[in-house]
């Protein structure tokens, strides 16, 4: 069974960096073909895709963020952290990860709301 | 960078209706769409992947088509459980994109 759990703050201030983890089971990013995403879709609105990181470390990062986020893997703890640096209030969403196969977002988290406020 | 257009952006339907979804690249993507369900408060769920190839366990009345940069998706028969927002996603290189998506809702 795959499984995948976001976890991090529920709320950050403006200008703060968030940190969210994303823990999964049932799979390995150590597979060839593998990889892990972050998409974000804020109350109301239309999904957005954030980040990508594939099982032989390449990347790749939406062009009108890639400037504030990092992600990275830990395949020993299957563990896929996405950081997002200079948090504004219109950041506040539901933050997904999900097990990207061949291209595909076949398993998803059930999300984390992150609300970006003083 | 790709752009992707989706359209309608809502629609309103009966039980029975045929739906049809069209999504647009701005460039060739080849085959490479998937299209999602997503219900209020859940996160989504892969229905057709590579254009139109159908997820397994997803009901035959979901269809999708198309390469290059038109893409359709099609419900054949509405049924209760199928109001709800859709989102084409393509990939290139490494890149993702989500469409702005498609709300079906009771006419």
């Known amino acids: 069974q795959i499984t995948l759990k976001e976890s991090g703050p529920t709320l950050v201030k403006p200008t703060q960096t968030l940190t969210l983890t994303c823990t999964f089971s049932g799979f390995s990013l150590t597979t060839p073909g593998e990889a892990v995403g972050w998409i974000r879709q804020p109350p109301g609105k239309a999904l957005e895709w954030l980040a990508l990181?594939?099982?032989?470390?390449?990347?790749g990062y939406s062009p009108s963020l890639k400037n504030r986020l990092t992600i990275t893997k830990d395949t020993s703890k299957n563990r896929v952290v996405l950081t997002m640096t200079n948090m504004d209030p219109v950041d506040t969403a539901t933050y997904f990860c999900a097990r990207s196969l061949q291209r595909t977002y076949g398993n998803w988290g059930r999300g984390t709301l992150v609300t970006v406020s003083s | 960078d790709i752009q992707m257009t989706q359209s309608p952006s809502s629609l309103s339907a009966s039980v029975g209706d045929r739906v049809t979804i069209t999504c647009q690249a701005s460039?060739?993507?080849?085959?490479?769409l998937n299209w999602y369900q997503q219900k209020p408060g859940r996160a989504p769920k892969l229905l057709i992947y590579?254009?139109?190839n159908l997820e397994s366990g997803v009901p035959s009345r979901f269809s999708g088509s198309g390469s290059g940069t038109d893409f359709t998706f099609t419900i054949s028969s509405l049924q209760p459980e199928d109001f709800a927002t859709y989102y084409c996603?393509?990939?290139?290189?490494?890149?993702?994109?989500f469409g702005p998506g498609t709300t079906v809702d009771v006419k």
């Open positions: 460039q060739d993507i080849n085959n490479c």
């Open positions: 590579d254009a139109s």
């Open positions: 990181i594939f099982w032989d470390d390449d990347k």
């Open positions: 996603q393509l990939y290139d290189d490494l890149r993702d994109a």
